[in-house]
């Protein structure tokens, strides 16, 4: 059984950082392409990141260019999103992903059940 497991998120105040981890489990994590999406209250899900199974290229959605990093660890089955220099728009559920296909947008097979991020003063 597929199982994608998110923590790390939590309250921070706008400038600040987290570091968000998914533990995954039940397939050949580093057989496929990981990617971040997010969900913001009352909006639709958001296309954040992706990374190669490999761990070598990296994609972002313009808006959390150059503030995100996103890594993985296919030793430990671990995908991370570090985030820095947060916004109050940055507050949503964030969830991991596995998808098929290195590139954009909302394309997945699995989802976690998400961590929420709360960026506010």
């Known amino acids: 059984e597929v199982q994608l497991v998110e923590s790390g998120g939590g309250l921070v105040q706008p400038g600040g950082s987290l570091r968000l981890s998914c533990a995954a489990s039940?397939?050949?994590?580093?057989?496929?392409?990981m990617t971040w999406v997010r969900q913001a209250p009352g909006e639709e899900l958001e296309w954040v990141s992706s990374?190669?199974?490999?761990?070598?290229?990296?994609i972002y959605a313009d808006f959390v260019q150059g503030r995100f990093t996103i890594s993985r660890d296919n030793d430990q089955n671990t995908l991370y999103l570090q985030m820095n220099s947060l916004k109050p728009e940055d507050t949503a559920v964030y969830y991991c992903?596995?998808?098929?296909?290195?590139?954009?947008?909302?394309?997945?097979?699995?989802r976690g059940q998400g961590t929420q991020v709360t960026v506010s003063s």
């Open positions: 992903a596995r998808r098929k296909t290195f590139d954009s947008g909302i394309n997945y097979d699995y």
């Open positions: 039940g397939f050949t994590f580093g057989g496929y392409v």
């Open positions: 990374i190669t199974n490999g761990g070598r290229r990296a």
